[in-house]
């Protein structure tokens, strides 16, 4: 297991647009090249943005694009046609495959705070689509078939609460809110924690609720 620590994420964004960034993975200006991908994970993206903040329309290909609100409202607008409004506990996902060009703002008048997650796609090609399934449920995970990847939700009401985490070649956790324990390490929100070839280990919350991302990865 490889814990990677919050305070270690590279830095981006546009601060004085409003927006800020916190970047997993290698990323844009950032080249690590120990650090390009885990699995199918290519990119786990904390991002914030300032009310009437946004990126403006930019194009994106052979990438799923994953996005989980913590707060506010994201609007999203791609070229396929699409339009929605993304809130908390909403899963969205764009598949850009052969091409795709999209922009996200935050029209509303709070704060906006995401967890946008790239992975790349088993094949190549293809046309693009775009999903967004409202409330998800703790039980439900959600499948990105075309990566070989299952997301799972966690949230833990209290010291205590644990929940089983799923056995996988690769396993990809990320924090979003609250304190957890896996294993021997303690993760706090931001925290992120790599797993190849572990079975049977639980997630524990240590102080008050938590709410985790869990990506279950085929290879």
């Not at 699995?39 to 009437?52: K, W």
């Not at 706090?188 to 991302?213: T, Y």
Request: glycine content about 14%; overall charge negative; hydrophobic content about 40%.
């Amino acid at each position: 297991m490889d814990v990677r620590r919050a305070g270690e994420r590279y830095r981006g964004g546009d601060p004085a647009a409003g927006i800020e960034s916190l970047h997993a993975f290698s990323f844009g200006p950032h080249y690590d090249p120990d650090n390009l991908r885990f699995g199918a994970v290519i990119a786990c993206n904390e991002e914030r943005l300032a009310p009437g903040a946004g990126f403006d329309e930019h194009p994106h290909s052979h990438t799923e694009i994953v996005t989980w609100v913590v707060e506010g409202e994201l609007t999203h607008r791609d070229t396929a046609g699409h339009e929605s409004v993304v809130r908390a506990g909403d899963v969205q996902r764009l598949s850009s495959a052969g091409g795709v060009r999209h922009a996200e703002r935050n029209d509303g008048d709070t704060p906006l705070a995401f967890v946008q997650m790239w992975l790349a796609p088993l094949e190549p090609g293809g046309d693009p689509a775009y999903e967004i399934v409202h409330g998800i449920a703790d039980s439900t995970p959600y499948a990105v078939p075309e990566a070989g990847a299952m997301l799972h939700v966690r949230r833990l009401g209290g010291p205590g609460e644990r929940t089983a985490v799923p056995d996988a070649p690769r396993t990809y956790l990320h924090v979003v809110r609250g304190t957890v324990r896996v294993g021997p390490h303690a993760l706090a929100a931001g925290d992120a924690l790599r797993a190849e070839g572990g079975k049977g280990l639980e997630l524990i919350a240590a102080s008050g609720p938590a709410e985790v991302l869990i990506w279950e990865l085929s290879g």
